[in-house]
């Protein structure tokens, strides 16, 4: 027969994994605290039980603070890893929008110097065609004279 301080494990309500998980935790929870319940704890749960006396409660309450610490501890610890990671990132890709709109610039001012180069380029062009142009009209010019 069933101990008064124990309770069946299919009447708490929770899932077969979740109830596999308390088990497991109780019986962890009453083995590190060298308590005699860590024996009642392991044959209550193959009976399918859970203890519930104050004792075994209190034991897997603190042991549940325990492993919620250390799950916060572990969590604020990613977190500002990930903070870390993100802010290296942003950084990377600000130096890299830095880096690149350099880049453009200096890319449009050689553009800038290209078209420039391209309108003189073209001005001498038209002055060379018309000094061309005067050369020939001279030397046709001369050419008449010296008959």
Do not use: C, W
Not at 43 to 55: E, F, K, M, V, W
Not at 68 to 74: G, K, Y
């Amino acid at each position: 027969m069933a101990s008064p301080s124990s309770m069946s494990d299919t009447r708490l309500g929770l899932s077969r994994e979740d109830v596999q998980t308390l088990r497991q935790h109780q019986q962890i929870a009453l083995a590190q605290t060298g308590s005699a319940s860590s024996r009642a704890a392991s044959n209550a749960s193959s009976q399918g039980r859970l203890l519930l006396d104050p004792s075994s409660l209190q034991v897997l309450n603190l042991h549940f603070d325990r492993i919620m610490l250390a799950i916060q501890q572990r969590l604020q610890a990613l977190n500002y890893q990930t903070q870390l990671a993100t802010q290296v990132q942003h950084d990377r890709a600000a130096n890299a929008m830095q880096i690149a709109d350099a880049e453009i610039a200096r890319f449009r001012a050689i553009l800038r110097q290209i078209d420039e180069l391209e309108v003189e380029f073209d001005k001498i062009r038209r002055i060379r065609d018309i000094v061309r142009g005067f050369a020939a009209r001279v030397e046709t010019l001369e050419r008449r004279l010296g008959r």
